[in-house]
């Protein structure tokens, strides 16, 4: 069974940059696609970067340009890498798959808190 282990989070000024990780038990490589995804409070959890195995990347329009996820196979992590951060990229950033291309989603982990204030 997947595990997910995500960590990196924490305050950070506006303009910043954090590096997220999320560590998948088990082999990465198996699996086709890895995404980050962020839920503010009152807020539903919305899908922010995915990685397809081949390494093809995709962006929701409030982070692109700015974001960039990435996976290394022999780590069994996925990355994800904010620059320029925003007070609205405040929230709880999670890792699992991808519903378009997988039936069903892993075990949620814990996430991961990032807070962007003054």
């Known amino acids: 069974q997947v595990q997910l282990v995500e960590s990196g989070g924490g305050l950070v000024q506006p303009g910043g940059s954090l590096r997220l990780s999320c560590v998948v038990s088990g082999s990465i490589s198996s699996i086709y696609v890895m995404g980050w995804y962020r839920q503010a409070p009152g807020k539903q959890r919305e899908l922010v970067a995915t990685?397809?195995?081949?390494?093809?990347?995709n962006y929701a329009d409030s982070v692109k340009g700015r974001f960039t996820i990435s996976r290394d196979g022999a780590k069994n992590t996925v990355y994800l890498q904010m620059n320029s951060l925003k007070p609205e990229d405040t929230a709880v950033y999670y890792c699992?798959?991808?519903?378009?291309?997988?039936?069903?989603?892993?075990?949620w982990g814990q996430g991961t808190q990032v807070t962007v204030s003054s």
């Open positions: 699992n798959t991808d519903l378009r291309y997988e039936l069903r989603y892993f075990a």
């Open positions: 990685i397809l195995r081949g390494g093809s990347t």
